[in-house]
């Protein structure tokens, strides 16, 4: 304590003496009293500063910083909205800012109508950055099952958001995405926000999107020597219901097995800190079997930081530290949640109650110096690992010629209507009636709430687009004279002027119906309680069809699936399209697919369950079936009920065939004779064995690569995901149904096929969890599956 004062009191006195010298020559200006940037050059101190010194270690320099600051300081830190610690010359910082689909108008860190001066204070009017690109909402990006698609959006929006810090509009550069969560039950509300309901799908997406927001290659290399910007795996962990008959996520005590957590809510949390190295954790509001998930020593510390080698700041979702005393009893006092996620391993919160409890709770010994000092060394690394105490990062900084011209470019507005294209689901085409002719000669007319409305494409955390082109405009582009009618009141549907659709329907030869949900239905905060259209949406579609003079086209847009088995059973529904929430590009994106610009090649990444499902309580975690109970379990890997439409369900203008090419090997032997292991040799082989019982020699002279050909037989060119399932012969306890294991996008001219290679491991693709939570392998008989395509692996002992 003493050395670090001591080391304190000479800078101070000569800072006193540089700023009063400045004042007298009238330069004062020149070192602003609340910094823009770290490490100013121009500031006469940063030369004293280790930790400025940019040629040392990360580690070294934020020790350094650490130990300059007193404890009202480090206090200070410790929540979203940092403030300046002035006398060392750092800057304020702000955590909080979102970038799901774009960079967002939500949050703190990003204003689209001005910029913020040196004290955070936003001046109106003086924005050069008016809008960016708003890609598709996550649900529906991920239909396209490519990650490479996704690793191009993360980058364009790092991009945006690099240009937007560089003209004064962010301050900061650490945004809370990607929302990684399971999309587990189809009424959670925020299920827009995720890629789907696969752990596999999820964690390649996760990482994707992480490598590209941190400016890694796709293949998570690193490129330059700082974060392009920092990415956020949350809500860390089984978080995925928001408030559902007013159980809400601030109290809801997701009670899960180890099981469930090992094999579903887990996986994809893994992938983002390992594979993705993603720089941020955030805890989720609710608990975990009784702990909150802000306070869980286990998932935190030993879990991400012990078992994953996680380097970044774990940040609390906003206000999850005071609901931790104020809602969830689980604290006694305000000092004891503070003391209980400080010492868990939450390094900042989005709030304020954390510096204003943790004072106190030094005083009272629930926490100590050193929880504080973790806590700051883990902000300060990330702070200097986008390059803040650099100096000027708007003019020294490997992202500093990043201008505003790079958003809402035409590059990126392409690609943002690629993503939307490439994503679109074809859910019902009887006859061919998609794609629908250009001639001029027909008749048109566009009905629906969702048909004309520029906000319903853009889903939730959206920022400002570039440009939207509705529906009703886009599908304007290609035929003159379409009549509209919105058909409902709004979404909601709670009234329908159904003679006057009626009368259009009969008019035109063609009707085109965009019916749907939107964030009155559901939207953070807010789950719904069924799964069907609102109001009087479905007897709508039903009116329509029936007056029409042939099949309609339904467009549905919504993030959740509804159960549309009326329309899908209906012969006056010709074609059914689902576009989830398709961004600012995704009018033009449904009238290219639906005029044949453009050959759909979505696939569903939920399971669209019946309206009878919404019986299942939301606050049942299980993913696992019950028969005893009628518990019907959860997503294509455990639910056996009926289903509208199944998860990698979708059509195209084309057909395509499967088959196994090749795959290396069909044998695998667990070679138990030859373990020394008195617990394998010999053990009982109709048991499942512990993964990490197994050598390392099975499980990589156990992989295999199993080659699929792909043919496109149709008459249309079409880029298609292939997805590749493991099926087990023998049901062993608790195993999934069928699991994806491995999935690519490729793109196919008329009657032509490629190979794909898929590896297949023996330890990560065909093991399952266990009661325990541990991941197993057993013998028997395995099937690879694409589409109809099975090829028999077996495993002896
Ligand atoms: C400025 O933009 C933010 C969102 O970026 C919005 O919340 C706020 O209302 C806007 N303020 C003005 C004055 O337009
Ligand atoms: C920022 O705040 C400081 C301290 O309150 C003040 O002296 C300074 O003038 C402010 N700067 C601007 C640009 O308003
Ligand atoms: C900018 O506009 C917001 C919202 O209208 C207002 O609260 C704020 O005071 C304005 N800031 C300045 C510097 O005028
Ligand atoms: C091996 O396990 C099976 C299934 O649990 C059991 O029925 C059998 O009795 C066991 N055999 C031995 C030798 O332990």
Same mark, same amino acid.
């Given at each position: 304590?003493?050395?670090?004062?001591?080391?304190?009191?000479?800078?101070?006195?000569? =800072?006193?003496?540089?700023?009063?010298?400045?004042? #007298?020559?009238?330069?004062?200006?020149?070192?602003?009293?609340?910094?823009?940037?770290?490490?100013?050059?121009?500031?006469?101190?940063?030369?004293?500063?280790?930790?400025?010194?940019?040629?040392?270690?990360?580690?070294?320099?934020? @020790?350094?910083?650490?130990?300059?600051?007193?404890?009202?300081?480090?206090?200070?830190?410790?929540?979203?909205?940092?403030?300046?610690?002035?006398?060392?010359?750092?800057?304020?910082?702000?955590?909080?800012?979102?970038?799901?689909?774009?960079?967002?108008?939500?949050?703190?860190?990003?204003?689209?109508?001005?910029?913020?001066?040196?004290? /955070?204070?936003?001046?109106?009017?003086?924005?050069?950055?008016?809008?960016?690109?708003?890609?598709?909402?996550?649900?529906?990006?991920?239909?396209?099952?490519?990650?490479?698609?996704?690793?191009?959006?993360?980058?364009?929006?790092?991009?945006?958001?690099?240009?937007?810090?560089?003209?004064?509009?962010?301050?900061?550069?650490?945004?809370?995405?990607?929302?990684?969560?399971?999309?587990?039950?189809?009424?959670?509300?925020?299920?827009?926000?995720?890629?789907?309901?696969?752990?596999?799908?999820?964690?390649?997406?996760?990482?994707?999107?992480?490598?590209?927001?941190? %400016?890694?290659?796709?293949? %998570?290399? #690193?490129?330059?020597?700082?974060?392009?910007?920092?990415?956020?795996?949350?809500?860390?962990?089984?978080?995925?219901?928001?408030?559902?008959?007013?159980?809400?996520?601030?109290?809801?005590?997701?009670?899960?097995?180890?099981?469930?957590?090992?094999?579903?809510?887990?996986?994809?949390?893994?992938?983002?800190?390992?594979?993705?190295?993603?720089?941020?954790?955030?805890?989720?509001?609710?608990?975990?079997?009784?702990?909150?998930?802000?306070?869980?020593?286990?998932?935190?510390?030993?879990?991400?930081?012990? &078992?994953?080698?996680?380097?970044?700041?774990?940040?609390?979702?906003?206000?999850?530290?005071?609901?931790?005393?104020?809602?969830?009893?689980?604290?006694?006092?305000?000092?004891?949640?503070?003391?209980?996620?400080?010492?868990? %391993?939450?390094?900042?919160?989005?709030?304020?109650?954390?510096?204003?409890?943790?004072?106190?709770?030094?005083?009272?010994?629930?926490?100590?110096?050193?929880?504080?000092?973790?806590?700051?060394?883990?902000?300060?690394?990330?702070?200097?690992?986008?390059?803040?105490?650099? /100096?000027?990062?708007?003019?020294?900084?490997?992202?500093?010629?990043?201008?505003?011209?790079?958003?809402?470019?035409?590059?990126?507005?392409?690609?943002?209507?690629?993503?939307?294209?490439? !994503?679109?689901?074809?859910?019902?085409?009887?006859?061919?009636?998609?794609?629908?002719? @250009?001639?001029?000669? !027909?008749?048109?007319?566009?009905?629906?709430?969702?048909?004309?409305?520029?906000?319903?494409?853009?889903?939730?955390?959206?920022?400002?687009?570039?440009?939207?082109?509705?529906?009703?405009?886009?599908? &304007?582009?290609?035929?003159? /004279?379409?009549?509209?009618?919105?058909?409902?009141?709004?979404?909601?549907?709670?009234?329908?002027?159904?003679?006057?659709?009626?009368?259009?329907?009969?008019?035109?030869? =063609?009707?085109?119906?965009?019916?749907?949900?939107?964030?009155?239905?559901?939207?953070?905060?807010?789950?719904?309680?069924?799964?069907?259209?609102?109001?009087?949406?479905?007897?709508?579609?039903?009116?329509?069809?029936?007056?029409?003079?042939?099949?309609?086209?339904?467009?549905?847009?919504?993030?959740?699936?509804?159960?549309?088995?009326?329309?899908?059973?209906?012969?006056?529904?010709?074609?059914?399209?689902?576009?989830?929430?398709?961004?600012?590009?995704?009018?033009?994106?449904?009238?290219?697919?639906?005029?044949?610009?453009?050959?759909?090649?979505?696939?569903?990444?939920?399971?669209?369950?019946?309206?009878?499902?919404?019986?299942?309580?939301?606050?049942?975690?299980?993913?696992?079936?019950? #028969?005893?109970?009628?518990?019907?379990?959860?997503?294509?890997?455990?639910?056996?009920?009926?289903?509208?439409?199944?998860?990698?369900?979708?059509?195209?203008?084309?057909?395509?065939?499967?088959?196994?090419?090749?795959?290396?090997?069909?044998?695998?032997?667990?070679?138990?004779? !030859?373990?020394?292991?008195?617990?394998?040799?010999?053990?009982?082989?109709?048991?499942?064995?512990?993964?990490?019982?197994?050598? #390392?020699?099975?499980?990589?002279?156990?992989?295999?690569?199993?080659?699929?050909?792909?043919?496109?037989?149709?008459?249309?060119?079409?880029?298609?995901?292939?997805?590749?399932?493991?099926?087990?012969?023998?049901?062993?306890?608790?195993?999934?149904? @069928?699991?994806?294991?491995?999935?690519?996008?490729?793109?196919?001219?008329?009657?032509?096929?490629?190979?794909?290679?898929?590896?297949?491991?023996?330890?990560?693709?065909?093991?399952?969890?266990?009661?325990?939570?541990?991941?197993?392998?057993?013998?028997?008989? =395995?099937?690879?599956?694409?589409?109809?395509?099975?090829?028999?692996?077996?495993?002896?002992?």
């Amino acid at each position: 304590m003493n050395a670090r004062k001591t080391t304190l009191v000479l800078p101070n006195l000569i =800072y006193l003496f540089f700023t009063s010298t400045l004042v #007298k020559l009238g330069r004062v200006n020149s070192v602003p009293s609340r910094p823009l940037f770290a490490c100013d050059s121009s500031n006469p101190l940063t030369k004293s500063y280790l930790f400025c010194n940019n040629k040392l270690p990360i580690n070294q320099r934020v @020790k350094d910083l650490v130990s300059r600051l007193s404890i009202d300081e480090k206090i200070s830190q410790l929540t979203n909205s940092a403030p300046a610690i002035q006398r060392l010359g750092i800057p304020a910082y702000e955590w909080w800012s979102e970038s799901l689909h774009g960079v967002s108008r939500h949050g703190r860190g990003y204003r689209f109508n001005g910029t913020f001066d040196e004290n /955070g204070t936003i001046l109106n009017g003086t924005a050069t950055i008016k809008a960016a690109t708003m890609f598709p909402q996550i649900i529906l990006t991920a239909s396209s099952f490519d990650s490479q698609l996704w690793y191009r959006i993360a980058q364009a929006i790092a991009t945006e958001a690099r240009a937007m810090y560089n003209v004064g509009q962010g301050k900061g550069l650490t945004f809370w995405a990607p929302n990684i969560n399971i999309f587990r039950d189809p009424r959670w509300g925020r299920g827009q926000e995720t890629p789907g309901e696969d752990p596999l799908l999820t964690s390649r997406y996760g990482v994707s999107y992480v490598r590209g927001i941190q %400016g890694y290659t796709i293949q %998570g290399k #690193k490129t330059s020597q700082h974060l392009q910007a920092s990415a956020c795996c949350k809500h860390f962990t089984a978080h995925d219901l928001d408030n559902w008959h007013g159980i809400t996520r601030y109290t809801f005590d997701a009670k899960v097995s180890k099981q469930d957590l090992a094999d579903t809510f887990q996986p994809p949390f893994q992938s983002c800190v390992e594979q993705g190295q993603a720089s941020s954790i955030m805890c989720a509001y609710n608990r975990v079997n009784g702990i909150p998930s802000c306070a869980h020593y286990d998932f935190l510390t030993d879990t991400a930081r012990g &078992q994953w080698h996680f380097d970044g700041y774990i940040v609390s979702d906003c206000n999850a530290v005071p609901i931790i005393y104020e809602q969830q009893g689980y604290a006694k006092t305000p000092e004891d949640a503070v003391a209980a996620v400080l010492s868990a %391993g939450m390094d900042v919160e989005c709030g304020s109650y954390t510096t204003r409890y943790s004072r106190s709770a030094l005083e009272q010994k629930k926490i100590t110096e050193e929880d504080l000092d973790r806590a700051l060394y883990n902000l300060f690394s990330v702070r200097m690992r986008l390059g803040l105490f650099n /100096g000027d990062p708007r003019k020294i900084g490997s992202f500093r010629k990043i201008g505003p011209e790079q958003v809402c470019s035409e590059e990126h507005q392409n690609l943002a209507l690629e993503a939307a294209k490439n !994503s679109i689901v074809l859910l019902k085409n009887v006859n061919n009636l998609l794609p629908l002719s @250009k001639a001029k000669s !027909s008749s048109f007319a566009v009905i629906g709430p969702n048909a004309d409305s520029p906000q319903v494409l853009l889903g939730n955390y959206e920022g400002f687009p570039c440009k939207t082109t509705t529906i009703h405009e886009a599908l &304007q582009l290609y035929v003159e /004279g379409i009549k509209y009618h919105p058909g409902c009141n709004a979404v909601e549907c709670s009234s329908a002027e159904v003679e006057q659709v009626v009368e259009i329907a009969k008019a035109v030869d =063609y009707v085109v119906l965009v019916m749907g949900l939107d964030q009155t239905q559901e939207r953070e905060k807010l789950d719904r309680v069924d799964l069907v259209l609102p109001g009087k949406q479905q007897s709508l579609i039903k009116s329509v069809a029936e007056a029409a003079k042939k099949p309609v086209v339904l467009v549905l847009l919504c993030g959740g699936p509804v159960d549309i088995s009326l329309a899908r059973d209906d012969d006056e529904v010709g074609s059914i399209l689902w576009a989830g929430y398709p961004g600012e590009a995704g009018g033009l994106a449904l009238a290219e697919v639906i005029f044949g610009d453009h050959n759909p090649g979505g696939r569903l990444p939920v399971t669209w369950y019946p309206k009878d499902f919404a019986q299942v309580p939301m606050t049942d975690m299980r993913m696992r079936p019950d #028969k005893s109970s009628g518990y019907p379990g959860r997503t294509y890997r455990f639910y056996e009920g009926k289903k509208v439409f199944e998860f990698g369900y979708g059509l195209s203008y084309s057909t395509y065939s499967y088959e196994f090419a090749s795959v290396t090997r069909n044998t695998l032997s667990l070679n138990l004779a !030859s373990y020394a292991n008195p617990f394998l040799k010999g053990s009982n082989i109709t048991q499942p064995l512990l993964i990490s019982h197994m050598s #390392k020699q099975f499980c990589e002279t156990g992989k295999l690569i199993a080659v699929v050909r792909v043919k496109n037989n149709g008459k249309t060119p079409g880029r298609h995901p292939v997805l590749l399932f493991v099926k087990t012969g023998v049901q062993i306890d608790g195993s999934p149904i @069928k699991q994806l294991i491995g999935f690519e996008s490729v793109n196919l001219n008329e009657g032509e096929f490629k190979e794909i290679e898929f590896p297949v491991s023996p330890c990560e693709h065909l093991s399952k969890a266990n009661k325990d939570g541990l991941m197993t392998i057993a013998k028997g008989v =395995y099937f690879l599956v694409v589409g109809e395509a099975a090829y028999q692996i077996n495993i002896t002992a």
